[in-house]
């Protein structure tokens, strides 16, 4: 295998490793939504006001998962 | 590869709009799209409160729970005198979200997928909040860097973490937006690119196969609706959150 290539191999490997960070932010996103269910269980009546805490929540947390997806496109598109 | 390959970063190319006269001035496609952000803001509230009633009509609703609801947040969020900054926080929400969701038809541009953009929104946010710090506090602003209650030799571990953490405030705050707005039009843009090779690779049975992907992108239309709506509500939250430890230093 000449170089060039090799080192086409070695970004699209690099690209795939860096996606593995979006676990953390799965495992994230279900506790989130996990703790957030057994909320509502004890005191349905809170549920409005939670849920505008839990999406903000959402949204930070999916940030992270998006964080290693630019690092895959930086690696991949550069 | 033979057949359509994927070009997911091609549709975030700048073009200049506006014939001749935009090429001259570098009058890019992103332009254009603020410019009708802008625009539309205007006019739809120009439009929503010119009829003043009482009980209110569809748009003048729509205009009031926007206003109602960035109020309410900016009132609760940064606490005693937030609603000094309410004009900035509504501008940068309502520009935001209008950025957001024009990008989210065919043909149009989202401005919010450049990060020289977002960046510039964050930066401005920062400089701003951290001159309304030293505005209101003077140098013992600079006590906001130093925790309470520490004991006194974690001092010079804790204070350059501080520093770190409120100098990464606006990197965090633009990639945010960024990356949101990029991967959801990546996507799009990655499954589409499915539906082309299956239909040049397979013939009919690639045809009825790429009712799969066109279906997920649909659905991620809805999802990509929601997060425009979430990144605008989470920058400007963040904002009052920003603006709050200005002004009250904790």
Sequence with gaps: MDPQHAALLAKDIGA???TIGVAGAGVGIGNLFGAFVSAVGRN???RDTMFRDVLLGFALTEAVALYALVIALVILFT | MAGPSIDALGQFRLTTGLGPLGASVNFTNSNEAMLAAAVIIVIFFFVGLRARAMIPGRTQALVEILYEFVRNMCVD???EGGLRYFPLVFTLFSFILLGNLIGLFPYFFAF???IAVTLT???FVFLFSTGVGFYTHGLRFFKFFVPEGVPVWLLPLLVPIEIISYL??????SVRLFANMTAGHVMWEVFAGFMLMLTGSLGILGIVASIIP???NVALVALELLVAGLQAYVFAILTCLYLHDAVHMH
């Design chain 1, 44 to 46: 349905p009546a809170a």
């Design chain 1, 16 to 18: 795939g490793l860096a």
């Design chain 2, 112 to 114: 919010t997928s450049h």
């Design chain 2, 77 to 79: 969020t940064i606490g």
């Design chain 2, 214 to 216: 066109l279906g997920l």
């Design chain 2, 168 to 173: 990464s405030r606006p990197v965090s705050l």
């Design chain 2, 121 to 123: 929104l964050a930066l």
